[in-house]
């Protein structure tokens, strides 16, 4: 089993950057792919990007590519991602998760095992 827990979500203002972490715990944790997913209110559960298992292939959504980036540290057991020129409409609960194969994959029910969220507010 994995578990993973989210943080560094909170409340921005329009163009600036933040970064988020997921924490695992689990023995297998450096085997499997992360992605990383959010929220908005009212609406479906979004893919934002991936990272394989070693930190090496990277896939990002359309709309959030160039803007937000994915990086894993698996001596820490920790993968991040960064959120740059954060706009309204990126306000949603962003989760990690992480699933049982070391490559990355884009929809919600690739993934074994999440985290709780955090919330990420980007308002003036």
């Known amino acids: 089993q994995v578990q993973l827990v989210e943080s560094g979500g909170g409340l921005v203002q329009p163009g600036e950057s933040l970064t988020l972490s997921c924490a695992a715990s689990?023995?297998?944790?450096?085997?499997?792919?992360v992605g990383w997913f959010r929220q908005a209110s009212g609406k479906e559960r979004e893919f934002v990007g991936s990272?394989?298992?070693?930190?090496?292939?990277?896939g990002f959504s359309d709309s959030m590519m160039g803007r937000f980036s994915i990086s894993r540290d698996n001596a820490k057991n920790t993968v991040d991602l960064q959120l740059y020129g954060l706009k309204p409409e990126d306000t949603a609960v962003y989760y990690c998760?992480?699933?049982?194969?070391?490559?990355?994959?884009?929809?919600?029910?690739?993934?074994?095992?999440w985290g709780q969220g955090t919330q990420v507010t980007v308002s003036s």
């Open positions: 998760a992480a699933r049982k194969s070391p490559y990355v994959a884009a929809t919600v029910l690739a993934y074994d095992y």
């Open positions: 689990g023995r297998s944790f450096s085997n499997y792919a």
């Open positions: 990272i394989d298992s070693k930190g090496e292939g990277k």
